[in-house]
T-cell receptor, first 112, second 114 residues
Framework: DTAVSQTPKYLVTQMGNDKSIKCEQNLGHDTMYWYKQDSKKFLKIMFSYNNKELIINETVPNRFSPKSPDKAHLNLHINSLELGDSAVYFC???????????FGQGTRLTVV | KNQVEQSPQSLIILEGKNCTLQ??????????LRWYKQDTGRGPVSLTI?????NTKSNGRYTATLDADTKQSSLHITASQLSDSASYIC?????????????FGTGTKLQVIP
């Protein structure tokens, strides 16, 4: 059973399109995150939700909109995709107060 | 400027050899430091966590050290195996407004060759 699962694993799309990445965790955690890993493999936090409420929103273009329908899901919608959005996006979860994050396998987004 | 710097950026070693990865941080106030291992095409997985009062912690062939005075940590891998080939990421946490804010290091890519 996958603890943190993301779909799709690969996503290739054209500039200007709108796309979504879904994330679900079955660990019973109350906090979920989206991270972006660039070509240099540097991980940077984008958003964090605790019990469906946004608690961290780093400097991310407002074309990126996270949505948390419940505390087990955190989806990421991206509007008007740009070439610079190409990266691997990781979803993660943790229990509030813990620094151990459990990561999904990542979604490799390629914008052409 | 990133507050967590790792060195070397990449490293190639022979199977069976030992190696040490370094992490220097300026994050303050410090809460804890965690080392993650990220296999190619996978998400990071936690190896160890160290708090302010801990100097060393082991997890199998992995041993992490922490010097909170100099703000340095190291991850020592003993008798390396091919499966140790991965990126190793140092993550430092601090308390910020009641929740833990984490800062990821730049990572060290380790390649173990036969």
């Amino acid at each position: 059973d996958t603890a943190v699962s993301q779909t799709p694993k690969y996503l290739v799309t054209q500039m200007g399109n709108d796309k979504s990445i879904k994330c679900e965790q079955n660990l019973g955690h109350d906090t979920m995150y989206w991270y972006k890993q660039d070509s240099k493999k540097f991980l940077k936090i984008m958003f964090s939700y605790n019990n469906k409420e946004l608690i961290i929103n780093e400097t991310v273009p407002n074309r990126f909109s996270p949505k948390s329908p419940d505390k087990a899901h955190l989806n990421l919608h991206i509007n008007s995709l740009e070439l610079g959005d190409s990266a691997v996006y990781f979803c993660a979860s943790s229990q509030y107060g813990s620094t151990e994050a459990f990561f999904g396998q990542g979604t490799r987004l390629t914008v052409v | 400027k990133n507050q967590v710097e790792q060195s070397p950026q990449s490293l190639i070693i022979l199977e069976g050899k030992n190696c040490t990865l370094q992490c220097n941080y300026t994050v303050s106030p410090f809460s804890n430091l965690r080392w993650y291992k990220q296999d190619t095409g996978r998400g990071p997985v936690s190896l160890t966590i160290m708090t302010f009062s801990e100097n060393t912690k082991s997890n199998g062939r992995y041993t992490a050290t922490l010097d909170a005075d100099t703000k340095q940590s190291s991850l020592h891998i003993t008798a390396s195996q091919l499966s140790d080939s991965a990126s190793y990421i140092c993550v430092v946490s601090l308390n910020s407004g009641g929740y833990q804010k984490v800062t990821f290091g730049t990572g060290t890519k380790l390649q173990v060759i036969p």
